[in-house]
């Protein structure tokens, strides 16, 4: 570790910070339905989208009809996807010629990006054209992200409203974070990637002649305007292969840095919008709190493991320590202009979010920097988190603190003047609960049959993992991997679609089970005797109800997969 | 219920033309407008022809050339489509080795890749970027570190003084970001291009 890595991880806290404020009060103009200064431009859009698809927007919803109208949208969303992928072939902006998406991978890339996972079965550049990157793909990167902010938003509403029947329209709240939220960050930082060296055309592959005499046939597209709403939307699909590693997906140190930016500004603002819509900004500065502690900590393990190198290359005459002339550290699937601080700062971030891009190869990781990202998707993305997500899947284990630090003293659990009562406990726990399901069952069930093992690339405690981190991933909805994976078969595309659906779908709805039943509550004015949930007291039972949580459940697999190959490294054993 | 479904088709509909056609068509025609040479990659031409791209690494493998890092990048084998053989720098199919840190793999090739270096350079030891795959397998970059390990190999094949090409390396060396982002760096082809023009002039 150098000072300049731990310089630069602190300039990243600070600049994040600050966005929080600034952002976390737009957004909650944005989702009261109150003007803003974009009003003037985009406000005809916006009720030209609500005209043509015959939306009332004063009109509110009970939270079955918000959970209807959040399904439709994506059986349509999926439907339209799907449709692109296997038609591609007769479609315009193919300029390579692309053949038409196999099925069950047409099936397993729709699931994935309706559901904000983007875990990709295959190699964009040569597989999708250039109308499924930017009709079907930015689309959902889109609107899924949109999706999830208003999920959160909706949960929000069940706080903040009392005695009330409604948390909100499904439709305006999509339609205006998309279009005052997600659209304009994108048509900025779009045209500023651009400037930092990304590719936007519409052209066919390069063929450039190397200096030796070599063909090389460059890939090209329209990667800047996907490029930033992955990150925004924390979806993380890759317009290439190497993902943000790719030099045109991730250029240089500020583009990195302005992705890392673009990964955690929504969920941090989101603790805002919390703080604010329930009327105590030091409520959302709490579970900011709980966010910024654990993501500072996965950093610094992450850091330190990449940073040690692999000792078994020492042997070899290798020169793994950093100085002026070189980053030193485990430099396998790293890129040279990010290093190692970079490179494992991007990877607890994406992680820590449901983002899932990644400008490292996490296959690669030594054993421990590679749990780091493991751990932080079985926790549920809860760390900042993906869009929306992030914050409800925090908001559920608020419920889950409160009510132990209920049992503990004998009291009637609140939170944020709302009883907690056993409604709200047993949907926390089936959301909480569903996620080790899927994550835990499909490893079991790939690392015993025969098509389960054959995908796995590596040997050892490490091919364990890369199963395990594969459906880790998927539940998670969080789309990175341990690529080495053979994934694009039948078997993987198949139990892997099926575990981002049930990783969304199967949370979501107990989830907003409790904003209508929270939102039908009286607030309860605090008493002597409430728990006070903006203190350091709160912060620290939430992060050990989050770490006992995830731990109990989640340690078996753990310790057979990185910790065993942990000390098979240390001892120098190889598979 | 099926008050829903006309707003989910149309929805669709709508945000697929805004944010699917024209979104992406806008900042395509802004870019190409503003930045025409980043827009369409990067490239470099030399003499009328590409030869590549500013922030796409290629394969070097003569030692008048810098090299750069190994790369785990494939194509499809022209024997056997449905097999793939490795071929370092392939630009339109990136990607890493996703070796673990115990695959017996990773450590014999870079046991491999370490003997060949020293024996170009025993005096120094080997850089670690030099016998590591990138993530993407198309790194532009190497380190400083792994430029200057390289330089007595290329100032030999051209029949350089070491300092002149140790000069050019120095030249050609990247520093972070306002001096706190990312590493330093030199970018493998902007170099090689230098050293043909050296060569030239």
Known sequence: MTLNGWLQIALYCVILALTVKPLGGYMTRVFNGERTFLSPVLGPLERGLYRLSGVDARAEQHWTTYAIAMLLFHVAGFVVLYGLQRAQAALPFNPQGMDPVAPDLAFNTSVSFITNTNWQSYTPESTMSYLVQMSGLTVHNFVSAATG???????????????????????????????????????????FFVWQGMPQNLGAYTEATTLEGAKQVIAQGPVASQEVIKMLGTNGGGFFNANSAHPFENPNALTNFVQLLLIFAIGAALTNVFGRMVGDQRQGWAVFAVMGILFLAGTAICYQAEARGNPAFAAQGVDSAPSALQAGGNMEGKEVRFGIADSALFTTITTDASCGAVNTMHDSLTPLGGAVPLVNIMLGEIIFGGVGSGLYGMLLFAILAVFIAGLMVGRTPEYLGKKIEAKEVKMAMLAILILPLSMLGFTAIAVVVKPGLDGLANAGPHGFTEALYAYVSATGNNGSAFAGLSANTLFYNTTLGLAMFIGRFLMIVPMLAIAGSLAAKKIVPPSAGTFPTHGSLFVGLLIGVILIVGGLIYFPAVALGPISEQLAMNAGTLF | ??????????MIVGFTVITGIAYPLAITGIAELVFPHQAAGSLIVRDGKVVGSELIGQSFAEDKYFHGRPSATTEPDPKDPAKTIAVPYVADNSAGSNLGPTAKALVDRVKDDAGKLKAQNPTAPVPVDLVTTSASGLDPDITPAGALFQVPRVAKARGLAEDRVRRLVEDHTEGRFLGILGEPHVNVLKLNLALDALAKG
């Open chain 2, 1 to 10: 219920m099926l008050k829903q479904i006309r707003p989910a088709l149309l």
């Open chain 1, 149 to 191: 902010i208003a999920l959160a938003v909706a949960l929000i509403r069940g706080f903040a409203r009392r005695s009330a029947k409604a948390i909100g329209n499904f439709w305006v709240d999509l339609t205006r974070c998309v279009l005052y939220v997600l659209l304009p960050i994108s048509v900025a930082v779009a045209l």
